[in-house]
């Protein structure tokens, strides 16, 4: 039971102590080398089949962690991101429908795109312009990291599934209408902090209904178009929502070209997706063929086709320089919780835990958001804790698919309180750092509300 629970705590322990993100997963990893080698032995044949079934889940986690960031400063550095977010400015203006547009929107969509904390660099800065105080911009931007399960097309909740042996689009369905908490949550908070004096009520009202779209959107998405593109299309659905409902015709004006082409670029990147996805399920193409319908390499041509061309060294340094920092962390993460599953830790550790009874069922969201705090990924977070979950599910014979999709969302949501999502925030904001304090505080505090409300629904979804 010690050695099973070594790894885990190792890494928990090294972050709290301050360590690095790439050391404490490296100290994972010796852990679980560690227990393997002294109580968790497995023949020789056990690993080179895991090793064969993880490595393309492995390869495209680290090709879409390159093409978001690659897509990310293109669009930053030749100012297209400007663009766009000065063409929306005008169209949308302030007020409670615009802060809705942001958070349910624009944020969620640039998130699932790229991920790794992007969208709060497109969202931060529209909301700047909106006249509320610097801690407010910073939460709300913060708020808007809502759909990360959906983050970078998707890739950590590729890992819950794959660990959990759930079907990828059944587990996105699952977590889309889990998603209606967290959804709705962030709405109504986001819509109170920006709401005019007098007017609460209805401006909760309104936050309540942008979170009910963005989750009908997002389920609609996925059930169409399967889970990779479902976040941001659904977040688009949402965007054109409310641009329509606040729409300022004295105040239209045509889109800078850079913005157009960055337009293109994302319909590139969710147009092959899409395209080519439904392409290999009609033709029943073979395994290897499933890569044209990866979002790594769509993420990279969309960046190819806005570039036209090779990107300027400068960010081809800067991309490599973050790209170095997140694949290797990202990779060991996966690789600690293939370790764990197969070596037959997860399952030891779960049936342990799995002695509270159901009590565990409320417990089990605050696992799960444990890991996405400490590690700020929901790939690390199901890397670590995705396989000791479904373990755990099957010890108390709780249905699986509604369980891990609770454990997804979970782990998805509390990277809007990680401390490095957080401190990111506010070094955008015009007042810098003066308020990191509240807005960590503020976040969490919301963060832990939806996350003890996701443990009653695992809970009643059990009894049923």
Known sequence: MLLSALPVVSVIAALL????????????????LLAIAMAFAQPASTWVAAAIHWSPVLLEVVLIVGGGLLLSEVLRQSGAQKALADWLLLRAGSGTGAVLLVVHGITPFAESVTGFGV??????????????????????????LCAVPWGSMGPGTLVAATMADLPFKDLGQASALVSMIPFAITGMVAAGLASAPGQPGLALLQGLLSGLLLTAAVALMNAVAGTAPAGALGALVVVGFHLLRMRRPQQAQPLHPLGRRALAAYVLLLGGVLVAGVLVRVLGLPGLWHGLASPGLWLLLAAGFFARGLPERESLQRVWRSWAQVAPVTALFITLGVLMAVSGMAAQLAHALAQSGPLYLLAAPFVGALGGFVTGSN??????????????????????????AVHNVSASLLLMASPGKVEMAVQL????????????????????????????????????
Do not use: C
């Not at 690095?20 to 679980?32: D, E, F, K, N």
């Not at 790939?379 to 891990?404: D, S």
């Open 379 to 404: 790939t690390g977070a199901n890397a670590m804790f995705a396989a000791t979950q479904a373990e755990i599910a099957r010890a108390l014979n709780a249905p699986l698919l509604p369980f891990m």
């Open 17 to 32: 102590a301050g360590w690095r993100s790439l050391y404490a997963s490296l100290v994972g990893v010796a852990a679980a």
């Open 429 to 464: 904001v015009p007042e810098g750092t003066a308020q990191r304090r509240w807005v960590q505080q503020s976040v969490l505090a919301v963060d832990l509300v939806a996350v003890a409300l996701m443990g009653l629904l695992n809970l009643a979804w059990a009894r049923v």
């Open 119 to 144: 969208g709060v660099t497109i969202g931060i800065p529209l909301l700047a312009h909106f006249g509320l105080p610097a801690r407010k911009v910073a939460l709300i931007g913060l708020l808007g």
